[in-house]
């Protein structure tokens, strides 16, 4: 079983749809959560970040967290062409120190279509 | 914003050759750096930890011998892959933290390497 488990999809939606992204993990000794974006044979920037349990929210991106079940999501509201990507979870038992090893999920493709 | 730069973005190589990967934090000191590997529609997969003045800590199955890491100052790390076979053919991409926010990787634009 992986860490971190991320549908690769692809998923297709409408422009202007609320899109749903999830990730599954294994290890609970994970606190701190990262959503990347990577465009097509670009490198991936940070989308939000959210540290334990919990939702945080900047402009039409909101992320959750929940730990009790180990699930971590992110919601894109207003989905724009712009948007298609691939949307990559990460997370991280520390980030102090040398141990800010980063376990990336598999990725999910996101194609917005106007 | 932080930039993190790669060079070359790609490049094709002859089985046996070795190839050198340079990442380089153009506005901030990166007291770390991460080289990872990302195989076509897959996820990164860290392949090691460069701290600054120190040697690289790399991850299991990953054979230090053949990609060799140096992090020399607190603006570039090197990535040389030795010996280079087909199978290598990936895209590299490195990250940078900043000392100042502990919790940010920047990641660099990839380098596309082909051993033909």
């Known amino acids: 079983q992986k860490e971190v488990e991320q549908d690769p999809g692809p998923l297709s939606v409408p422009e202007g749809a609320i899109v749903s992204l999830n990730c599954t993990y294994s290890?609970?000794?994970?606190?701190?959560f990262m959503w990347y974006r990577q465009y097509s044979r670009k490198g991936p920037e940070l989308l939000m970040y959210?540290?334990?349990?919990g939702n945080k929210e900047d402009g039409r991106f909101t992320a959750q967290v929940d730990k009790s079940s180990k699930y971590i999501s992110l919601f894109i509201r207003d989905s724009q062409p712009s948007d298609s990507a691939t949307y990559l979870c990460?997370?991280?038992?520390?980030?102090?120190?040398?141990?800010?090893?980063?376990?990336f999920g598999a990725g999910t493709r996101l194609a917005v279509h106007p | 914003g932080a930039v993190v730069s790669q060079h070359p973005s790609w490049v094709i190589c002859k089985s046996g050759t070795s190839v050198k990967i340079e990442c380089r934090s153009l506005?901030?000191?990166?007291?770390?750096m991460f080289w990872y590997r990302q195989f076509p529609k897959q996820s990164l997969m860290l392949m090691a930890t460069?701290?600054?003045?120190?040697?690289?800590?790399?991850e299991q199955g990953v054979e230090k011998d053949k990609f060799l890491i140096n992090h020399a100052s607190l603006t570039l790390s090197t990535l040389t892959v030795t010996s280079a076979h087909p199978e290598d053919s990936s895209f590299y991409i490195c990250?940078?933290?900043?000392?100042?926010?502990?919790?940010?990787?920047?990641f660099g634009p990839g380098t596309r390497l082909t051993v033909t």
């Open positions: 990250s940078a933290r900043d000392r100042r926010i502990s919790y940010e990787q920047y």
């Open positions: 290890n609970s000794a994970f606190q701190y």
């Open positions: 959210t540290y334990s349990s």
């Open positions: 990460a997370m991280s038992t520390s980030l102090s120190g040398g141990y800010n090893k980063l376990i």
């Open positions: 506005d901030f000191q990166a007291t770390t």
């Open positions: 460069s701290n600054e003045g120190s040697k690289a800590t790399y």
